[in-house]
């Protein structure tokens, strides 16, 4: 059964069918806001309360092909909340502290930059999570929002547009130029091509 | 197609959201622009990268169950299927009370003509002074109808009173004239019985002159004696 017809069990009053969407979506919000934030536990609780607020105003959700773009908005204003409450710094220093798989902690810039290793076999995939993470939060916050949308919520740039509410070109400008970004914040941590394996 | 707008074209070409004849266009700069080239490649490398943190599971298990949905919201609900918004609702119910009052306004607004000057009165004030005015001709009239009735009453009584008197001369009169007609009558009575008792009288005597003689012809017997008879008279 599509979204929309979801939608219009659950006005109709049939609360099972909001659990379906909430289950066909729950992942894809979690792993969306853990990826804005950075911290499971907080994605956890912005992804519940993400889901409150749904259930609470789908009523009032206008054109219910929009769902995605509308469910996205929310859970990234609840995050913009949560980064506001916490004053959390959009943006992190190579100089913050990490936990390697082996227990060992030492800056991001040590960690990546350890030459003493072969940083691309020994990486597990935390840790690669756990730099992309880190690279990720380096970059302005308005870049890494629309690259994260794009490249793992797969919403087409018009949608990020209307979520965003900007301009379709500043979106595919901001997504240009946070891959750019990234880029080179990686190359800060000296991780480029060791860490990555391009699948080109 | 020079480097600049390239970069607008970058972010739709790394994902596939260009036009096929936009597509062609800028991947023929790119074959032949080698800044474009590893712009490019730096982006799909970057890109690539990124899809190394792959999705996670993200263990909860959210669970909504069924609330008692107050009236209103699901009224908006329901409006909301239909395209109707709260804030249009309210907005619609404000718009037509205004309406209301304008058009309630306009029909109670009165322009008076009077001694050579227009007075134009608006609202609830031209009902109010209309009520008002109604209210005085009203007690006008219930006075004037009580005046009416106690003139009429007085009238009632003048005119019976009249009707009366006339009614009482009239019966003394008849009765004057009756008492006159019944002395006549008894005058003319009186002197009939004392014609009719004379008359009588007279017949009287002559019947007991006839009766003598008849006692005396009946009485007569040659050689006999007779005996003779009276009739008494009155």
């Not at chain 1, 939608?7 to 729950?26: S, T």
């Not at chain 2, 991947?27 to 730096?42: A, W």
């Not at chain 2, 119910?93 to 003509?113: K, N, P, W």
């Not at chain 2, 019947?207 to 008879?229: E, F, H, I, K, V």
Request: with cysteine; net charge neutral; charged share 30%.
């Amino acid at each position: 059964m599509e979204d929309n017809q979801l939608i219009l069990k659950f006005i109709d009053g049939d609360v099972q069918a909001f659990n379906v969407l909430v289950n066909r979506w729950q992942n894809r919000i979690y792993n969306f806001v853990f990826k804005v934030l950075g911290k499971r536990e907080d994605a956890k609780d912005v992804t519940q309360k993400t889901f409150i607020k749904v259930y609470k105003n789908l009523r009032k959700l206008k054109d219910k092909q929009k769902f995605s773009a509308w469910i996205h908005q929310i859970a990234m204003n609840l995050c913009r909340d949560e980064i506001r409450k916490n004053k959390r710094s959009p943006t992190i220093s190579i100089h913050e502290k990490i936990r390697t798989s082996t227990g060992e902690e030492m800056e991001l810039k040590d960690f990546l930059s350890d030459g003493s290793t072969d940083i691309a076999d020994e990486l597990f995939q935390g840790e690669v999570v756990e730099i992309i993470r880190k690279g990720l939060k380096m970059i302005p916050e308005e870049q890494r929002i629309v690259i994260i949308m794009k490249e793992y919520q797969g919403l087409k740039f018009r949608e990020i547009s209307d979520i965003l509410q900007e301009p379709l070109n500043t979106i595919k400008s901001r997504m240009y130029y946070g891959l750019n970004a990234l880029r080179k914040a990686l190359a800060e941590l000296e991780i480029d091509k060791e860490v990555f394996q391009y699948e080109l | 197609m020079n480097c600049d707008k390239m970069e607008l074209l970058f972010a739709d070409l790394l994902y596939n959201e260009l036009k096929e004849e936009e597509k062609e266009f800028a991947l023929e700069h790119i074959s032949t622009c080698k800044s474009c080239e590893v712009k490019y490649k730096n982006l799909r490398e970057t890109s690539a990268a990124l899809g190394r943190w792959k999705e996670e599971d993200a263990e909860m298990n959210l669970i909504f169950i069924e609330e008692k949905v107050p009236f209103f919201e699901r009224l908006f609900g329901k409006l909301d299927l239909i395209g109707i918004s709260p804030r249009q609702l309210v907005f619609g119910m404000i718009t037509t009370l205004l309406l209301v009052v304008l058009f309630t306004g306009i029909l109670r607004t009165e322009a008076i003509y009077r001694n050579g000057s227009w007075y134009i009165s608006f609202g609830s004030s031209a009902k109010m002074e209309n009520q008002m005015e109604e209210s005085t001709l009203i007690a006008d009239i219930k006075r004037l109808q009580q005046e009416n009735l106690v003139f009429t009453n007085r009238l009632l009584l003048a005119s019976e009173e009249r009707i009366r008197n006339e009614n009482i001369a009239v019966v003394n009169d008849l009765a004057n004239q009756f008492a006159l007609l019944r002395r006549q009558d008894l005058t003319l009575i009186g002197r009939s019985i004392n014609e009719m008792s004379q008359r009588s009288e007279g017949r009287y005597v002559r019947t007991n002159q006839l009766l003598d003689g008849l006692y005396r012809l009946s009485a007569y017997q040659p050689g006999g004696s007779s005996g003779t008879r009276s009739i008494e008279g009155k």
